[in-house]
């Protein structure tokens, strides 16, 4: 009974289907351009996305300049949007800006161009260039409008977008500590904590850069031990002052620790060789 009605289901939507192409085709064919216009509405209203900008994209040219083109290229740029095609929309609601910066709607379509971009904002292991676009989109938008109602939705957008970003720096920075590039992944983790000071993580990006200073100086010939142990105890004091109270300080200061040793150690070496000579 099941597959009856799935099959009677199917059925139907194979039917309307093809009515509704045999009536667009049909509309298409028509000169009559209010009629066209109607039903390409009609569409959008049934939210046949597929099927309005069809047609709309054919009466852009013809309605361009009137009083009902504003209304007709709104619809057309949402119609990419709801079609998934961001890059497409974003770019209509550039355009739908730059022909009309006076509409009512500018601030609608202003914030929907941002929104484009962070819809196109990838996962954290791809290029983040739409991302970037996104923050400074969105940024631009909440300088433009701060009363808008949509400003409180943008900010929080900002801060999804610049995690994301946090996650790719942090997964770089990772990559390296685990190669073995310590020297690189100390100068990453650093830059992490200082491009994301309010971030719940910064004291563990600092953590992180002084245990990758301090491997990096334990592999270190001896000649350059001294200064990179050296690195390692500034890094601990500004850590200490920076996040007192946190729970990595005890874990940091094993680091301090074992490079003070060395130092000491070098240091005696140092002078039995001058006492030697």
């Excluded at 709104?74 to 890059?87: G, H, N, P, T, V």
């Excluded at 991302?131 to 109602?149: D, G, H, L, R």
């Excluded at 600092?206 to 690195?231: C, F, G, H, V, W």
């Amino acid at each position: 009974m099941r597959k009856i009605l799935l099959y009677i289901g199917l059925l139907a939507f194979a039917v309307g289907t093809v009515s509704c192409n045999k009536e667009l085709r049909r509309i298409e064919k028509s000169n009559d351009l209010e009629k066209k216009l109607a039903y390409a509405d009609k569409m959008y209203e049934k939210k046949k996305y597929q099927m309005a900008q069809t047609l709309y994209e054919e009466m852009i040219p013809v309605f361009k300049g009137t009083e009902k083109f504003e209304g007709l290229y709104y619809k057309y740029a949402y119609c990419s949007f709801y079609l998934k095609d961001y890059q497409q929309a974003g770019f209509h609601f550039k355009n739908y800006l730059e022909a009309l910066p006076s509409s009512p709607r500018a601030q609608e379509i202003d914030y929907m161009q941002a929104y484009c971009y962070y819809k196109l904002s990838p996962k954290p292991a791809l290029d983040q260039t739409n991302t970037e676009k996104a923050i400074a989109a969105m940024q631009t938008f909440i300088n433009s409008y701060p009363n808008s109602e949509k400003s409180a939705e943008a900010n929080v957008i900002i801060e999804l977008l610049r995690r994301k970003l946090e996650q790719k720096e942090f997964n770089a920075a990772e990559l390296y500590y685990n190669l073995g590039h310590y020297k690189a992944a100390g100068v990453s983790f650093q830059s992490l904590m200082r491009a994301y000071p309010d971030s719940d993580k910064s004291d563990s990006y600092k953590y992180m850069a002084i245990k990758a200073y301090y491997l990096y100086a334990k592999n270190s010939i001896p000649a350059k031990q001294k200064d990179r142990y050296e690195t390692v105890l500034t890094e601990y004091l500004e850590f200490s002052d920076r996040y007192p109270d946190s729970k990595l300080r005890s874990d940091a200061e094993k680091y301090f620790t074992l490079a003070k040793n060395n130092l000491k150690h070098l240091e005696n070496e140092q002078n039995k060789e001058k006492s030697n000579q």
